[in-house]
């Protein structure tokens, strides 16, 4: 055992063994997911979250030493935020269509997540930075993160309530949507990307291919206006 913990310690250094790991753990909880039917609450980043949580915390490591592999996978984030227009390009004739009632949709569900989120921090006595590390928390990760360090947040804290933001969003969307017998696939799809983002948006693409590719306009669009409406609400605190 001795020998295995030295192992380990020693592999433990390098980047290349938490990048694979954190595949591995990706791999493992989709395949979980796939066998229990693509359930809401078996979602895949959800349980890979929990499993790298639950590795770093009986080794030991330091999450910053984690991020040394995983910072290669966190560089992705921006390439797969800029493919976001490839879902747009291939829907132009719908979105067009349709431009007044996503416009509209764009800003009620932008603009109420930003003002929830700092009216409830704010009424709860959150101190400042925390506060303002609510207001993006609604974007896919790399534009949160440069907005909240841009308007005095804490890109960190932003980054996990992205990822909490996005989890819970991709957990209740179907059944919340399926209560409320919302049947066109293009409101299903551009709602879940506005709330939940890229998380969100990989659940909408498992539930069906056009409520996936609204997601995925609804998620870059609101990462645009969130940039723009989040300093706004910022600065009248």
């Known amino acids: 055992m001795t ?3 030295q192992l380990w310690t020693y592999l433990s250094q390098g980047p290349l ?3 694979t ?3 591995v753990a990706y791999v493992a909880a989709d395949r979980i997911s796939l066998l229990a039917n693509r359930a809401p609450l078996a979602n895949p980043v ?3 979250v929990i499993m790298l949580a639950v590795t770093l915390w009986v080794t030991g490591t330091p999450y910053a030493v984690y991020f040394e592999g995983a910072q290669f996978v966190h560089f992705l984030l921006g390439p797969a935020t800029v493919a976001l227009a490839v879902p747009l390009y291939f829907n132009l004739g719908r979105v067009r269509k349709a431009l007044v009632p996503m416009l509209a949709a764009l800003l ?3 603009t109420t997540a930003i003002a929830v989120a700092l009216g409830v921090g704010y009424a709860l006595g959150l101190e400042m930075e925390p506060l303002l590390s609510l207001a993006p928390k609604s974007a ?3 534009v949160a993160m440069g907005v909240s360090e841009r308007i005095g ?3 960190a804290l932003t980054a996990v309530l992205v990822l909490l933001t996005g989890v819970i969003g991709a957990i209740v969307a179907t059944p919340l949507l399926n209560l409320l017998r919302l049947r066109d696939w293009r409101a299903r799809g551009f709602a879940v990307g506005v709330a939940a983002h890229g998380i969100g948006t990989a659940r909408a693409f498992q539930v069906n291919e056009t409520a996936g590719a609204f997601s995925g306009i609804g998620m870059g ?3 645009i206006l969130t940039a723009v409406l989040a300093p706004l609400a910022a600065s009248l605190f």
């Open 3 to 5: 020998d295995v913990w």
């Open 17 to 19: 063994l938490w990048l």
């Open 21 to 23: 790991l954190t595949l």
């Open 46 to 48: 959800l349980l890979a």
């Open 108 to 110: 009620a569900g932008s």
């Open 140 to 142: 896919t990760a790399p």
């Open 153 to 155: 947040g804490a890109p």
């Open 221 to 223: 669009l609101n990462a």
